[in-house]
């Protein structure tokens, strides 16, 4: 009976510090919510209280927009005035416009919280530019180099260029890419980078480019005779510039053939140089046969016990056959 009595008197006691546990667990989320609905009361007053303030912010920063609309309008054309490239006017233009927006958002945010100050803004910019750096460092440095571009111009816009394994038209020129419209009709976009620190050949920069083909006579035909006729050709052919004069010399004596290297200028545009190098080895081609000038094939004589044994090429075996 003692020992039920106990059992009983324990039992009563747990229960009642299970009760205070609960009660004093649920005064504490009563006062977890009673703290949070004060903070967000809190929040939602500052809020309508700051609205005056936020307004006149946003009206700061619209000023701030008219006046880069303003900035940029008068930098484009004083630098259109100036006689500065359409190009560069356009990107000093749009970095102004940018410039004047970022003044104008720092200080809105100074209006609004007046306990930000400049210095403050500045050091957080400079922070958070060095992580946006990281991140953007191509896109950066494609900025960078088409900004350098389009201050020094190393090409025009209607430029023939080349850079690595792509050739053709310059179509536009952007602080971040540039593209170029190939000979086959295809659109290449090039990074910024790419141009202002790899090789760039840029065919039409000058209005004259020259040429350069290499012809092979026989060993037993004249050489000066072989030059006048190209000489003669080249005089005649259109598309051949006179000034500066062409020119044909001779290079190497080769297994097969005494080679000589015809030198002209032409018109520096790739179509022109395309359609007058065809007419100057047509030309040639069919004045050296008139002239009964060999322009040998190449062969291969081996030395047998019976004595040399000439073994001729395809083409040569053909020209044969056609002969017989």
Same mark, same amino acid.
């Given at each position: =009976?003692?020992? &039920?009595?106990?059992?009983?008197?324990?039992?009563?006691?747990?229960?009642?510090?299970?009760?205070?546990?609960?009660?004093?667990?649920?005064?504490?989320?009563?006062?977890?919510?009673?703290?949070? @609905?004060?903070t967000i009361v809190d929040m939602v007053n500052g809020f309508f209280a700051k609205l005056p303030v936020i307004a006149v912010g946003v009206i700061v920063f619209l000023i701030f927009l008219g006046i880069a609309y303003v900035v940029r309008?008068?930098?484009?054309? #004083?630098?259109?005035? #100036?006689?500065? $490239?359409?190009? &560069?006017?356009?990107?000093?233009?749009?970095?102004?416009?940018?410039?004047?927006?970022? /003044?104008?958002?720092?200080?809105? /945010?100074? !209006?609004?919280?007046?306990?930000?100050?400049?210095?403050?803004?500045? #050091?957080?910019?400079?922070?958070?530019?060095?992580?946006?750096?990281?991140?953007?460092? $191509?896109?950066?440095?494609?900025?960078?180099?088409?900004?350098?571009?389009?201050?020094? *111009?190393?090409?025009? &816009?209607?430029?023939? /260029?080349?850079?690595?394994?792509?050739?053709?038209?310059?179509? $536009?020129?952007?602080?971040?890419?540039?593209?170029?419209?190939?000979?086959?009709?295809? *659109?290449?976009?090039?990074?910024?980078?790419?141009?202002?620190?790899?090789?760039?050949? !840029?065919?039409?920069?000058?209005?004259? *480019?020259?040429?350069?083909?290499? !012809?092979?006579?026989?060993?037993?035909?004249?050489?000066?005779?072989?030059?006048?006729?190209? =000489?003669?050709?080249?005089?005649?052919?259109?598309? !051949?510039?006179?000034?500066?004069?062409?020119?044909?010399?001779?290079?190497? &004596?080769? $297994?097969?053939?005494?080679?000589?290297?015809?030198?002209?200028?032409?018109?520096?545009? @790739?179509?022109?140089?395309?359609?007058?190098?065809? *007419?100057?080895?047509?030309?040639?081609?069919?004045?050296?046969?008139?002239?009964?000038?060999?322009?040998?094939?190449?062969? =291969?004589?081996? =030395?047998?016990?019976?004595?040399?044994? @000439?073994?001729?090429?395809? #083409?040569?075996? @053909?020209?044969?056959?056609?002969?017989?």
């Open positions: =009976m003692i020992s &039920l009595l106990l059992f009983l008197q324990n039992a009563n006691q747990e229960i009642a510090n299970t009760n205070q546990s609960t009660k004093k667990a649920s005064e504490e989320f009563v006062g977890a919510g009673q703290a949070a @609905q004060n309008t008068i930098v484009a054309t #004083a630098t259109g005035k #100036a006689g500065i $490239d359409s190009m &560069l006017s356009s990107l000093l233009a749009r970095i102004s416009y940018f410039i004047t927006i970022i /003044i104008g958002i720092f200080v809105s /945010i100074a !209006v609004i919280f007046p306990t930000v100050t400049p210095g403050s803004l500045i #050091a957080g910019l400079g922070i958070g530019s060095v992580a946006l750096g990281f991140a953007f460092k $191509d896109v950066l440095q494609n900025l960078f180099a088409g900004f350098l571009i389009l201050l020094y *111009r190393p090409f025009y &816009l209607g430029d023939q /260029i080349k850079i690595k394994d792509f050739e053709g038209v310059v179509e $536009d020129i952007s602080v971040r890419a540039t593209k170029m419209k190939t000979y086959d009709g295809e *659109r290449v976009v090039i990074p910024n980078s790419e141009l202002y620190m790899n090789a760039v050949l !840029v065919r039409t920069a000058f209005p004259n *480019r020259r040429t350069k083909i290499t !012809v092979g006579i026989g060993y037993g035909d004249s050489i000066e005779e072989a030059r006048e006729t190209i =000489m003669n050709v080249l005089r005649k052919t259109e598309g !051949v510039l006179s000034e500066p004069a062409f020119d044909v010399n001779v290079v190497e &004596l080769a $297994d097969n053939s005494v080679n000589l290297k015809v030198l002209f200028w032409t018109d520096s545009v @790739q179509s022109s140089v395309r359609k007058t190098s065809d *007419r100057v080895i047509t030309g040639i081609k069919n004045a050296l046969d008139e002239k009964g000038i060999d322009m040998p094939f190449p062969h =291969m004589v081996l =030395m047998t016990q019976e004595g040399p044994l @000439q073994i001729e090429s395809e #083409a040569e075996s @053909q020209k044969s056959k056609a002969a017989d």
